[in-house]
């Protein structure tokens, strides 16, 4: 429970349910005074209060949904992941008494929402967080589930997350996530090998730049079989183990609508062929082009070669893009993958002149 400041992995529960029943009491009316920097954790100041109207109507509640966070994570990284934002509340959703990986985060007011909807897919860890908009009643109701299995529900606080798993509705639909970026549909087709799927049946999630997100639909031919296939849930590909979910077709089609399924490698190319030019992921906000420059002290780059991103409002994106002397340069500073800059590791891949112009021309 986090709150004004502090941060309890425990302690008393009717504090934590007093605080709660206030923002529910108050429903969406409690934001409408500017907040307090008393609500944050060591953050810049925040952006004034918006000065638009909603034209009579409330304006919406202002919470967001977390997914894909560390099963170690701690509500100090959460607050961290969304600095310079309000965070008046954060809610660990818990099932059979495990971490699922999700949390909602209530915000000082509706434009944070926006805000926080720019971490998307940026990191905590090793891991990367999808941010997605929420509603009241949604965090309402987790509230009330959390009540529910800390008091001991039909579900028993010693289920094991992947018995949660279990219990989630099948529609022959899987998300994989955790793929190597290398990933291609042979090797999803060998990892289900005990079932019968068609090249057709599996699809690759891309980023706009087209390149793999390591994540991935695949559609079995019932219920049952994508039941049976979570059996195979946290089993590796390569050297990595690869979660399974219960998805469904509308969520499939949602990514094929948004141009985010890899059916074939972007103009011909393979995606993963190394260039002179290398994207980084995950950089400190605070980072420039010295610091980057001192990363790569073992190879020859001048500042016009770094490409720092940056979102339309002028804010960092944590990426860059560093243009090398040659491809073997370039391989070369790959053995750099996952080393750390100041205190992030930082995630290198293979990029191009394509991809660059693109990020830059786009503000990013």
């Not at 638009?52 to 992941?81: M, N």
């Not at 926006?114 to 998307?120: C, V, W």
């Not at 606080?157 to 798993?165: G, H, L, V, W």
Request: charged content about 30%.
């Amino acid at each position: 429970m986090y709150y004004r400041g502090n941060y309890m992995d425990s302690g008393d529960a009717r504090e934590m349910g007093f605080k709660r029943q206030r923002i529910m009491d108050q429903g969406s009316s409690y934001y409408a005074t500017a907040p307090g920097s008393s609500y944050m954790y060591n953050p810049p100041p925040p952006p004034p209060p918006p000065s638009y109207s909603y034209h009579g109507q409330p304006p919406p509640f202002p919470v967001v949904r977390l997914r894909g966070l560390p099963f170690d994570c701690s509500e100090t990284e959460i607050a961290d992941f969304l600095h310079g934002l309000d965070v008046l509340d954060v809610l660990l959703v818990h099932k059979g008494g495990r971490f699922t990986g999700e949390a909602y985060c209530v915000l000082g007011y509706p434009l944070q929402v926006d805000f926080a909807l720019q971490r998307n897919r940026q990191n905590i860890g090793r891991r990367y967080v999808e941010v997605f908009r929420s509603k009241k009643e949604e965090y309402y109701k987790a509230i009330s589930n959390e009540v529910y299995d800390s008091r001991g529900s039909s579900v028993p606080r010693a289920r094991s997350s992947d018995e949660s798993k279990d219990l989630a509705e099948h529609t022959g639909v899987l998300w994989l996530r955790g793929l190597p970026f290398s990933a291609s549909k042979e090797d999803i087709i060998d990892f289900f090998k005990d079932f019968e799927l068609p090249e057709e049946s599996i699809h690759i999630t891309a980023t706009f730049e087209g390149r793999p997100t390591g994540e991935a639909f695949v559609e079995f031919a019932s219920a049952d079989d994508s039941r049976a296939a979570m059996a195979k849930d946290r089993m590796t590909i390569g050297n990595r183990y690869i979660e399974l979910f219960a998805s469904s077709s509308e969520e499939l089609e949602e990514a094929v609508s948004r141009g985010r399924v890899l059916e074939k490698p972007v103009d011909g190319r393979d995606p993963n062929e190394v260039t002179s030019i290398l994207r980084m992921r995950g950089l400190p906000f605070s980072a420039g082009k010295d610091d980057i420059m001192d990363f790569f002290k073992d190879f020859a780059l001048t500042e016009d070669a770094i490409h720092v991103t940056f979102l339309s409002d002028g804010r960092p994106t944590g990426e860059a893009f560093v243009e090398f002397a040659s491809t073997d340069d370039a391989k070369a500073a790959l053995a750099k993958d996952r080393m750390t800059l100041g205190s992030r590791y930082v995630e290198l891949f293979p990029s191009s002149i394509e991809d660059m112009n693109h990020a830059v021309s786009r503000g990013r």
